[in-house]
């Protein structure tokens, strides 16, 4: 019995069939899996990389608004079209396809802060601030792995210039 197990294994030794595929099997789940995270945090980033596009168009928005308290002048800038570029692209009611996916009002709030809003000093503050928290949507590898939720945070600045 033992002379049939050594022999058996200078056999194998021996053999070199076989070995790419052993090699295959040890290898490939270790590059799919660095490859699957590799384009799920690349997505994050895009994702990030977009709503900061939509805090930036927002502010800028807000920032070369008008105040309404000047005589004989109404301004028709406002904060939920400032949202609505954020989240949208455009200034357009009808638009319904978010930048990022589940980026929209209903999931994640803007906060604005700016000279011409109501309690907000414009004397001491000459910036307009947007901020926006929203939850990253998890793929299967975050549920593999058991990660939770990854909340995404931005915020933009934008110095206030009026019209």
Request: glycine share 6%.
């Amino acid at each position: 019995m033992i002379r049939r197990k050594s022999s058996l294994f200078k056999r194998l030794r021996r053999e070199t069939q076989g070995a790419v595929l052993v090699e295959a099997i040890v290898a490939v789940p270790f590059v799919t899996f660095f490859s699957v995270a590799i384009l799920e945090f690349g997505n994050m980033l895009w994702q990030k990389e977009q709503i900061e596009t939509g805090l930036r168009d927002a502010a800028r928005y807000l920032a070369r608004c008008q105040p309404d308290n000047l005589p004989d002048f109404d301004s028709d800038c406002s904060e939920v079209l400032a949202r609505r570029i954020a989240y949208y692209g455009t200034s357009s009611a009808s638009a319904t396809v978010p930048r990022v996916t589940g980026w929209t009002p209903a999931r994640s709030a803007i906060t604005f802060e700016y000279p011409m809003r109501q309690g907000y000093q414009a004397g001491l503050h000459k910036v307009v601030v947007a901020r926006t928290s929203h939850v990253y949507s998890t793929s299967p590898l975050f549920g593999w792995l058991d990660l939770g939720a990854v909340n995404i945070q931005a915020y933009h600045e934008e110095r206030y210039v009026g019209w």
